[in-house]
C-alpha cells in the first residue's frame, strides 16, 4: 500500500486520487494515509472518508505501507525520504529529490543498502507531446546557429507559499529544475551550464537563468525561470530557417492535450507540427514509478547519476537565500 507524507497542493489537486487509483488496483480499499507535521492545519483532502490526514511518524510505522510518497516542501524531501528509507519504504518523491548532490548520493546509498527504491517524479517527459517533441528535434536537419531555450515563469505567489522560502531553494528548485532538465535532454552538457540568480523589476522576484555554448556546432542553450513575472510556459529548438516550439510543457493540467507549432522564418504563418492527444503525465510518471519499486532487481535513487549533477548545477542558487530574502 502506498501513502503519503506532506500535504502540498500538487498532492491535494493532482496526486491523491491518482494514489487512491494505484492502490485500489493492488486490492487495498483502506482510505489513503497523508502524514503531515501538522495534521491540524492539513489541507481539506477529505474525499467521502477515503483520505485519513495522520502524522508523519504514524505513516512510516504502519506495517501496511510499503511506498510512500513525499510531497512535503522541498526542503524537507533529503530528511523525509531518509525517515521512509529507515522505516523500510520505498520512496516516490516529488522533484527535486533533493538541494544538495551531496543528499542525492547519500540518499542512493541508503536505498542500495536498503533494498529499497527511491524515484523522483518529474513528470513532463511522460507526457507524448514532450517526446513527440524531442523526436521531430533529433529528426531535425538543423543548420547554422541553433538556439534551445527552455522558459518556465509563473505571476508571484502568496507569500505563505513555501517556495518562496529560501530554506525550499526558491525559484530555482521549483522551477529552474524543469528547465535544466530539458535543457539536458534536448543535449546540453549539464557541466557547462552557467546557473545564476537574475534581478527583475519587481524586487520581491526570484529569477534566474541557465546559459551554455558550444562553438564548434554552433549551439547555445538558455533556461529562464522565474516566480513574479508574467506567465511563460515553453521550449523552443530554433535555426536561422524555422523555429519549433513545444507549448504549456512543464507541469502540463491532467489529460491536457499537447501543441509543438512549426514557425518558418520566412514570414509564413506558424503551423501545428504536432498535436498529441490527452495525456495524464503525472499518472504516467507515477506509473513508471511504481514499476520501478516492483522490480526487485531496482535498488537506490533511479537516475542518481544524471539527478545529482542536475542538482550540483542548481545547487548554488537552491542553497543560498536571494538578495531580497538575505536582505528582508
Not at 18 to 45: I, K, M, Q
Not at 104 to 127: K, Q
Not at 221 to 238: E, M
Not at 257 to 286: F, M, Q, W
Request: with cysteine; proline share 7%.
Amino acid at each position: 500500500m502506498i501513502a503519503a507524507i506532506g500535504n502540498s497542493a500538487y498532492l491535494t489537486r493532482r496526486t491523491a486520487p491518482l494514489l487512491r487509483e494505484f492502490n485500489e488496483h493492488d486490492g487495498t480499499d483502506s482510505p489513503l494515509l497523508v502524514g503531515t507535521d501538522h495534521p491540524g492545519g492539513a489541507r481539506p483532502l477529505e474525499r467521502a472518508g477515503r483520505t485519513v490526514i495522520t502524522d508523519r511518524d504514524a505513516v512510516l510505522a504502519d506495517r501496511n505501507v510499503d511506498r510512500v510518497y513525499i510531497s512535503s516542501a522541498t526542503g524537507r524531501h533529503f530528511a523525509d525520504c531518509r525517515a521512509a528509507l529507515a522505516a523500510g519504504k520505498h520512496v516516490l518523491v516529488e522533484k527535486p529529490v533533493c538541494l544538495r548532490a551531496a543528499e542525492a548520493a547519500e540518499l542512493d546509498r541508503l536505498a542500495r543498502a536498503a533494498g529499497r527504491t527511491v524515484f523522483e517524479c518529474l513528470s513532463y517527459p511522460y507526457h507524448p507531446a514532450w517526446r513527440e517533441f524531442a523526436a521531430r528535434v533529433r529528426a531535425m536537419d538543423l543548420a547554422g546557429p541553433v538556439t534551445v531555450s527552455a522558459v518556465f515563469r509563473v505571476p508571484g505567489r502568496e507569500a505563505t507559499d513555501f517556495r518562496l522560502h529560501p530554506r525550499h531553494g526558491g525559484a530555482a528548485a521549483d522551477l529552474g529544475t524543469y528547465c535544466v532538465d530539458a535543457l539536458v535532454r534536448l543535449g546540453a552538457a549539464v557541466e557547462d551550464l552557467a546557473v545564476g540568480a537574475v534581478l527583475l523589476a519587481d524586487a520581491d522576484a526570484d529569477a534566474g537563468t541557465a546559459i551554455a555554448s558550444r562553438p564548434l556546432d554552433g549551439r547555445t542553450f538558455t533556461g529562464s525561470w522565474a516566480i513574479g513575472d508574467s506567465y511563460r510556459n515553453s521550449v523552443v529548438v530554433a535555426d536561422p530557417g524555422r523555429r519549433l516550439e513545444l507549448f504549456r510543457v512543464f507541469s502540463p493540467p491532467p489529460d491536457a492535450p499537447g501543441l509543438v507549432v512549426e514557425r518558418p522564418r520566412d514570414g509564413r504563418e506558424p503551423t501545428p507540427a504536432v498535436s498529441a492527444g490527452p495525456a495524464n503525465a503525472t499518472r504516467a510518471c507515477l506509473a513508471d514509478g511504481m514499476r520501478q519499486v516492483r522490480d526487485t532487481g531496482t535498488a537506490g535513487l533511479v537516475g542518481s547519476q544524471v539527478i545529482a549533477r542536475r542538482i550540483a548545477a542548481l545547487e548554488t542558487l537552491t542553497t543560498t537565500p536571494p538578495a531580497h530574502a538575505r536582505t528582508s
